[in-house]
């Protein structure tokens, strides 16, 4: 492949800085949005969130979830109903209510919440419709907000109290389908999160931090410059935890009632899109996956004294070439040169970048320039849209194969919990060898002084060595970390 290799340095060394200057030169999201936690997405920023919006609501939609759009409040009653999933979200939540104005004394309605997630606005819906097993599985979807009143520091993008998100909600006549819609709802995101060349790992959280009120749950975490990790989706199995509290009950083929088995399962579509730029960018800033890139491509002419006309319209022609098949903008302004073309777009993370001169205008060829190598290639006007085509697949496909490795990179197996706590200091991920125990796993947060982000999923992974925290044999291996 050859080409220079991104620098990243900066983005490494002094992330947060690097991440907020990014969000705003390359018009992602403006953070100043005088309330604490909430922001405001920007064209580009907001662009690829549609983009991944549509492709997730397109896979969920094929495998049959319904799209639905249910309420933004609840009663504080109906989620106070589960008692894992209010202990679990209560200190987070926003209350709503009428604005008192004057002073007399109003009538006031029970009490309403924002959803901090929606289980229990959607369950006593389900309740209604359903009473048979001709009305399972029922699979729905929506893309919304959800709400968190977030009390540590927040973050752009990463810890913010207004949440973009998909959330999904199924309920099943039985267990084992249950555990298949698990496998499904997996698949589905990992691939999303594999078209977007996100190197993650999925795993199945510990006990102790699985959602409130699930069975178990399951998380994507991906890689973060700052050793923090993020999770950007998670899967959880409930059981039949809801359905009792909520009766969503139904008549059994062979007769008799039974409480549906119920899964949800949520993308965080900020968080995804933090994601991407914070994997795939360097330190000149984002570099967008063609996917879901705002702009694929840039054409800046090289204007030549004299030959200004010719330079001109054989922009104009490759533009026309190009802009039916890929989101093209040509860069024709006059009063800025091609190097501030170059630097402009650079920082807005358009993944190539077109240069045509006189001397292409005269050859018949334009210069194609990746934004993640710097590598130039010379291509001739003639089958420019495959040639462009093929670049930009190139580009998606070494953009994830470098996440990827860096991912292998982060990722240290560790012999001793001192060495453990040095590697996670580092910014590095622990892969800890556990004998399966709850006691050890919740040792080893205090100890490592990280989070505990449980074992893989995808893999059944065997481990040789004894548990690092009781010396006893070992199971699998635990993922150490921190995390957002
Ligand atoms: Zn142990």
């Given at each position: 492949?050859?080409?220079?290799?991104?620098?990243?340095?900066?983005?490494?060394?002094?992330?947060?800085?690097?991440?907020?200057?990014?969000?705003?030169?390359?018009?992602?999201?403006?953070?100043?949005?005088?309330v604490?936690g909430f922001?405001?997405?920007?064209?580009?920023?907001?662009?690829?969130?549609?983009?991944?919006?549509?492709?997730?609501?397109?896979?969920?939609?094929?495998?049959?979830?319904?799209?639905?759009?249910?309420?933004l409040v609840a009663?504080?009653?109906?989620?106070?109903?589960?008692?894992?999933?209010?202990?679990?979200f209560?200190?987070e939540v926003f209350a709503v209510?009428?604005?008192?104005?004057?002073?007399?004394?109003?009538?006031?309605?029970?009490?309403l919440i924002l959803r901090p997630t929606s289980?229990?606005?959607?369950?006593?819906?389900?309740?209604?419709?359903?009473?048979?097993?001709?009305?399972?599985?029922?699979?729905?979807?929506?893309?919304c907000s959800v709400y968190r009143y977030e009390?540590?520091?927040?973050?752009?993008?990463?810890?913010v109290r207004e949440i973009p998100w998909?959330?999904?909600?199924?309920?099943?006549?039985?267990?084992?389908?249950?555990?298949?819609?698990?496998?499904?709802?997996?698949?589905?995101?990992?691939?999303?999160?594999?078209?977007?060349?996100?190197?993650?790992?999925?795993?199945?959280?510990?006990?102790?931090?699985?959602?409130?009120?699930?069975?178990?749950?399951?998380?994507?975490?991906?890689?973060?410059?700052?050793?923090?990790?993020?999770?950007?989706?998670?899967?959880?199995?409930?059981?039949?935890?809801?359905?009792?509290?909520?009766?969503?009950?139904?008549?059994?083929?062979?007769?008799?009632?039974?409480?549906?088995?119920?899964?949800?399962?949520?993308?965080?579509?900020?968080?995804?899109?933090?994601?991407?730029?914070?994997?795939?960018?360097?330190?000149?800033?984002?570099?967008?996956?063609?996917?879901?890139?705002?702009?694929?491509?840039?054409?800046?002419?090289?204007?030549?004294?004299?030959?200004?006309?010719?330079?001109?319209?054989?922009?104009?022609?490759?533009?026309?070439?190009?802009?039916?098949?890929?989101?093209?903008?040509?860069?024709?302004?006059?009063?800025?040169?091609?190097?501030?073309?170059?630097?402009?777009?650079?920082?807005?993370?358009?993944?190539?970048?077109?240069?045509?001169?006189?001397?292409?205008?005269?050859?018949?060829?334009?210069?194609?320039?990746?934004?993640?190598?710097?590598?130039?290639?010379?291509?001739?006007?003639?089958?420019?849209?495959?040639?462009?085509?093929?670049?930009?697949?190139?580009?998606?496909?070494?953009?994830?194969?470098?996440?990827?490795?860096?991912?292998?990179?982060?990722?240290?197996?560790?012999?001793?919990?001192?060495?453990?706590?040095?590697?996670?200091?580092?910014?590095?991920?622990?892969?800890?060898?556990?004998?399966?125990?709850?006691?050890?796993?919740?040792?080893?947060?205090?100890?490592?002084?990280?989070?505990?982000?449980?074992?893989?999923?995808?893999?059944?992974?065997?481990?040789?060595?004894?548990?690092?925290?009781?010396?006893?044999?070992?199971?699998?291996?635990?993922?150490?970390?921190?995390?957002?």
């Open positions: 492949m050859g080409g220079l290799i991104a620098r990243d340095g900066e983005k490494f060394e002094r992330f947060s800085e690097w991440f907020d200057n990014v969000l705003l030169t390359a018009r992602i999201a403006d953070s100043r949005y005088p604490k922001l405001v997405y920007l064209e580009s920023g907001w662009f690829v969130i549609e983009r991944v919006r549509r492709r997730l609501e397109y896979l969920l939609e094929e495998d049959g979830h319904l799209p639905m759009y249910f309420p009663t504080l009653e109906n989620f106070s109903r589960e008692a894992e999933h209010i202990k679990g209560m200190g209510g009428k604005l008192r104005v004057g002073g007399g004394e109003e009538q006031q309605e029970a009490p289980e229990t606005i959607m369950y006593p819906m389900f309740a209604l419709w359903i009473s048979s097993h001709a009305d399972l599985p029922l699979k729905i979807h929506q893309s009390t540590k520091a927040t973050r752009a993008l990463y810890r998909n959330e999904a909600h199924t309920a099943h006549a039985s267990q084992e389908e249950a555990e298949e819609q698990v496998r499904r709802a997996v698949q589905i995101y990992r691939r999303v999160l594999d078209e977007l060349g996100l190197a993650y790992l999925t795993l199945r959280r510990p006990d102790f931090d699985k959602f409130a009120g699930a069975e178990y749950s399951i998380a994507f975490d991906a890689w973060n410059p700052d050793g923090k990790v993020n999770q950007v989706a998670t899967v959880h199995n409930l059981g039949t935890n809801f359905s009792r509290v909520f009766n969503v009950e139904f008549e059994k083929k062979e007769g008799g009632k039974a409480h549906t088995w119920q899964l949800c399962y949520g993308f965080g579509y900020s968080r995804v899109l933090a994601a991407i730029i914070a994997q795939h960018g360097d330190d000149l800033g984002p570099i967008f996956p063609p996917t879901v890139a705002p702009i694929q491509v840039v054409i800046v002419p090289i204007p030549y004294k004299g030959r200004e006309q010719e330079v001109r319209s054989y922009a104009q022609e490759i533009y026309s070439t190009l802009r039916e098949s890929f989101r093209t903008r040509l860069d024709d302004r006059e009063d800025v040169t091609p190097g501030e073309k170059y630097y402009y777009w650079e920082r807005r993370g358009v993944p190539l970048r077109v240069e045509a001169g006189p001397r292409e205008a005269q050859s018949g060829s334009v210069m194609l320039v990746r934004r993640d190598t710097g590598e130039r290639r010379s291509v001739p006007l003639t089958g420019l849209k495959e040639s462009v085509e093929n670049v930009l697949a190139e580009i998606e496909r070494s953009l994830a194969e470098r996440a990827r490795r860096k991912l292998e990179e982060l990722v240290v197996e560790v012999e001793t919990v001192e060495k453990g706590a040095g590697m996670i200091e580092e910014g590095k991920i622990c892969k800890v060898s556990w004998c399966g125990s709850e006691s050890c796993a919740l040792s080893l947060k205090s100890l490592m002084g990280a989070e505990v982000r449980g074992y893989r999923y995808d893999m059944d992974e065997r481990s040789e060595r004894p548990c690092l925290v009781c010396g006893s044999r070992g199971r699998t291996y635990l993922y150490v970390s921190r995390a957002y």
